[in-house]
């Protein structure tokens, strides 16, 4: 028996992607009407076949009609979401010449995610990083590769940044990570320095440190290879965290700005491959502060003030699919309800609207204790 939101979309579905422009023209000769004299216009319209109930809503494989992609679906997703009276409807990708439509009737993401939830979530494999709730009822697990943050003051940023952080504990501890943290603003890192194994500040050590670690990525380059990618048995992942990212990239000094981008530079294309990953954070998206966020593996926009910087960070168009630009700005008034929101944008171009946590000076601190992360 189908829920009631399901009957509610399925009864309103020819309606929907009539409004939505996705359908097909056939045309029947030898009758009038007003669209087309001697015509009558009839149209097909998308089949869908219904896959189990998912936690937000109904989940529908449909058909990608000819003449149609799959893009074409993602951008009309806000008007299907309107005509079915839902808060999203989400595209993914599915098998040849069909998509998924995940209808999500029920906000998972309204609500505040803390550290209790991420530590309820981590458990098992230590390697497995799960950082921020999706709107689907599910975890998005840190993919262990270069990962761009960058989102407007008060976005809940800094929470996106801990919640990598405190995921990499369990393994830091068992010797498989080797967590380090630049902080030229010596704002954020400069607070829970126990977290890193080494934490650095000023321009000149972070300097130093990024050429420390392009000195053992090509160490590891000259190494013999086992296995096309990075195991840990060839060693620990290096996992370098860049709070400010455009301190460094802006810096006076020309020689040490030159040397740093270039360092940055050879670690975000090639560290994936040898055990090394960058986590970038800025509040700007131009390409002057933050380098080519192309040589990014995955892309976090939590809010920001526009489309156009949007765009810059998942790419031209995408702020109509992931409208981060439309979060409303996190305060003490609305009691930050909106703080750790962002979209996520995958290694295969893939937009996943989440939630980070929110973690306290408590949270940090009890990492200080070794049976926090055992």
């Not at 194994?197 to 190494?223: K, M, N, P, S, T």
């Not at 020689?255 to 994936?272: C, I, K, P, S």
């Not at 192309?294 to 003030?305: A, E, G, K, M």
């Amino acid at each position: 028996m189908q829920d009631p939101l399901t009957r509610r979309v399925l009864s309103s579905w020819r309606r929907a992607f009539d409004a939505a422009k996705i359908r097909v023209e056939l045309p029947v000769a030898g009758r009038r009407s007003r669209d087309r004299v001697g015509q009558t216009i009839r149209w097909t319209y998308p089949r869908c076949s219904e896959l189990p109930l998912g936690p937000t809503g109904p989940v529908l494989l449909t058909e990608i009609l000819d003449g149609f992609t799959a893009d074409d679906y993602r951008r009309s997703a806000a008007i299907l979401a309107t005509v079915w009276r839902v808060s999203r409807v989400v595209v993914e990708p599915a098998e040849a010449g069909h998509v998924i439509l995940r209808v999500i009737g029920r906000d998972l993401l309204r609500d505040p995610i803390t550290h209790a939830d991420l530590v309820r979530v981590r458990t098992g494999d230590p390697l497995r990083v799960p950082c921020a709730r999706t709107e689907t009822g599910d975890w998005w697990e840190w993919p262990y590769s270069s990962t761009l943050l960058v989102g407007a003051s008060g976005s809940g940023k800094s929470g996106a940044v801990w919640s990598i952080v405190t995921g990499l504990q369990a393994a830091r501890r068992r010797g498989e990570v080797v967590l380090v943290g630049c902080d030229p603003k010596a704002i954020e890192i400069r607070t829970a320095p126990w977290l890193f194994d080494l934490a650095v500040y000023e321009l000149d050590e972070i300097g130093d440190l990024l050429e420390a670690v392009a000195q053992e990525l090509q160490r590891r380059l000259r190494a013999p290879a086992t296995a096309r990618s990075w195991t840990l048995d060839r060693g620990p992942l290096i996992a370098v965290v860049i709070d400010e990212l455009p301190a460094i990239l802006t810096d006076r000094v020309r020689t040490r700005r030159e040397a740093a981008q270039q360092n940055l530079d050879v670690l975000l294309r090639m560290g994936r491959s040898f055990g090394i990953a960058v986590v970038g954070a800025s509040q700007a998206p131009q390409k002057d502060v933050i380098g080519d966020r192309t040589n990014y593996v995955s892309r976090v926009c939590l809010r920001l003030p526009n489309a156009r910087e949007v765009d810059l960070v998942l790419g031209e168009g995408q702020s109509t699919v992931a409208p981060a630009h439309m979060i409303p700005p996190a305060h003490a008034a609305n009691g930050y309800a909106t703080a750790g929101l962002a979209w996520v944008q995958d290694e295969t171009g893939h937009l996943i609207r989440v939630r980070f946590a929110h973690l306290t000076d408590a949270d940090r601190e009890a990492y200080r204790r070794p049976s926090a992360v055992a």
